[in-house]
């Protein structure tokens, strides 16, 4: 099976920045699109970035132009840079890839576990 393990939140003050990572790991024989999803409380789990494997990104309009979805194909890794926080970005932040295991095998889509990411003074 395939794991997505976040990394890198927490507690920052408005304006501030944070940084997420996320792994995948284990039966993997192809990464495609990897991406970033968030859900506050009550609220839907929404996108907040996704990055192609060829490098094509899409943000959410509330965060285009404050953060930068990153990856490194070599280590699996998707990354978002988070700039210019405000209170509204407070959610657990999900990672998410569409990952082919095997040869001629379907594309399935998994989840991380989330990070919290809190903004407040």
């Known amino acids: 099976q395939v794991q997505l393990v976040e990394s890198g939140g927490g507690l920052v003050q408005p304006g501030g920045s944070l940084s997420l990572s996320c792994a995948a790991s284990?039966?993997?024989?192809?990464?495609?699109?990897m991406g970033w999803y968030r859900q506050a409380p009550g609220d839907a789990r929404d996108l907040v970035a996704v990055i192609t494997n060829g490098g094509s990104t899409n943000y959410a309009d509330s965060v285009e132009g404050r953060f930068t979805i990153s990856r490194d194909n070599a280590k699996n890794t998707v990354y978002l840079q988070m700039n210019s926080l405000k209170p509204e970005d407070t959610a657990v932040y999900y990672c998410?890839?569409?990952?082919?295991?095997?040869?001629?095998?379907?594309?399935?889509?998994?989840w991380g576990q989330g990070t919290q990411v809190t903004v407040s003074s």
């Open positions: 998410n890839a569409d990952v082919q295991i095997r040869h001629y095998f379907p594309r399935q889509n998994y």
């Open positions: 284990g039966s993997i024989f192809m990464l495609y699109t």
